[in-house]
C-alpha cells in the first residue's frame, strides 16, 4: 500500500509543478517587503513616520469550491485549477512613530464577491473590524474596545477605506496579496507532498 502511495504522490507533485505559476513568489508592488514563516507571511510598508504592516496566513485561505474539489477521472489538472485561489484574511497594522498605539484593521474577502470583473467601483475586500492594540505587545487584550463594522456608519466606513488606500492597501493590493497567497499556498502544498513522500517512504 505505501508503495503506491509514494507513487501516487510522486505522480502528484510532478503535475502541481507542471501547474505551478510562479516559480519565486510574486512581488507586492509599492515597496512592501516581505517575510514569510511557514504557513504566515508578513508585509512590511514604511512611509513619513509610519509603519504598516499586512500579516495573513494561507491555512484555510481556499474557499470551498461549489462541486467536487476532486477533479474527475481522466479530467485534466489543469481544467480544475482556476479555482484554487487562495483569498485569505488579513489584518492591517498602522503603526505611528510617535504613540504607543497601534490601529489594528481586520479585513476579509467576501465570498460572494470572487467574480467582481463586472463592477469596477466596489472594493474586494472589506474592513470587518477595527480596535486600538498596545504597540509592541505580540498578545492583543480582549479588553480593548474593538469596532465592528457591521453596524458602522457608511461614510466612516469609506473614510476607514481611503484611509487604508492612502497607504497602499487598495484593490490593486488587495489583488495583489492574493497572487502572492495563491503562489505562497501552491509552493506549501507541493513541500507538503514532498515530506508526505518521504514520510511514507521511510521505513
Known amino acids: 500500500g505505501d508503495k503506491a502511495f509514494a507513487q501516487f504522490l510522486t ?3 510532478k503535475e ?12 507586492v508592488s509599492g515597496g512592501w517587503e516581505l517575510e514569510v514563516h511557514g504557513t504566515e507571511a508578513k508585509l512590511v510598508r514604511k512611509i513619513a ?11 484555510n485561505s481556499i474557499p470551498p469550491s461549489v462541486d467536487d474539489d476532486e477533479p474527475q477521472e481522466g479530467q485534466k489538472a489543469d481544467e480544475q485549477e482556476p479555482d484554487l485561489t487562495s483569498t485569505p484574511n488579513f489584518v492591517v497594522e498602522v ?7 497601534t490601529l489594528v484593521l481586520d479585513c476579509h474577502y467576501p465570498e460572494d464577491e470572487v467574480g467582481h470583473e463586472g463592477e469596477e467601483e466596489s472594493d474586494i475586500f472589506t474592513i470587518r473590524e477595527v480596535s486600538f492594540q498596545p504597540t509592541g505587545e505580540s498578545d492583543w487584550k480582549d479588553t480593548n474596545y474593538t469596532l465592528n463594522t457591521d453596524s458602522l456608519d457608511w461614510a466612516l466606513y469609506d473614510h476607514l477605506m481611503d484611509f487604508l488606500a492612502d497607504r497602499g492597501v487598495d484593490n490593486t493590493f488587495a489583488d495583489e496579496l492574493i497572487e502572492l497567497s495563491t503562489a505562497l499556498e501552491h509552493q506549501e502544498y507541493i513541500k507538503f507532498l514532498e515530506d508526505l513522500k518521504s514520510f511514507v517512504k521511510c521505513q
Open 11 to 13: 505522480d502528484e507533485i
Open 16 to 27: 502541481e509543478k507542471k501547474i505551478q505559476k510562479h516559480k519565486s513568489l510574486p512581488k
Open 49 to 59: 513616520g509610519e509603519k504598516i504592516t499586512v500579516t495573513f496566513n494561507i491555512n
Open 95 to 101: 503603526i505611528k512613530d510617535d504613540t504607543k498605539q
